[in-house]
Nanobody, 126 residues
Framework: QVVESGGDLVQPGGSLKLSCTAV????????VGWFRQAPGKKREGVAC????????WYADSVKGRFTISRGNTNNVVYLQMNSLKIEDTANYYC?????????????????????WGQGTQVIVSS
């Protein structure tokens, strides 16, 4: 089980840092990703990180603005979001996957409807 937090209402150009905490487990040996779903749109992969933290994948729409990272404990992953745009408005989720491919996690995990947490809402608006 994971718990997402850190979402808020922010103005365009602002920043937010989201947290994903594994409850009762750790992210050791798993790839971890952040995903989002905007109203009326399909869930999409935003950023994924491999189990060692050495490899990442980002959606083109967030490259250079978002950074995924692991926390100092082995059960927390962050998503630092800078230069936020109105189109970043969505509910953000995190999920872990087997250590096969970060790109595969980001591209295929959204296709599975089960196993998502509550997410955390990010609203970018002036």
């Amino acid at each position: 089980q994971v718990v997402e937090s850190g979402g808020d209402l922010v103005q365009p150009g602002g920043s937010l840092k989201l947290s994903c905490t594994a409850v009762g487990s750790t992210f050791d040996y798993y790839h971890v990703g952040w995903f989002r779903q905007a109203p009326g749109k399909k869930r999409e992969g935003v950023a994924c990180l491999n189990h060692s933290g050495a490899s990442t994948w980002y959606a083109d729409s967030v490259k250079g603005r978002f950074t995924i990272s692991r926390g100092n404990t082995n059960n927390v992953v962050y998503l630092q979001m800078n230069s936020l745009k109105i189109e970043d408005t969505a509910n953000y989720y995190c999920a872990a996957g087997p250590p096969i491919s970060v790109q595969a996690l980001c591209l295929t995990r959204p296709l599975v409807d089960d196993g998502w947490g509550q997410g955390t809402q990010v609203i970018v608006s002036s």
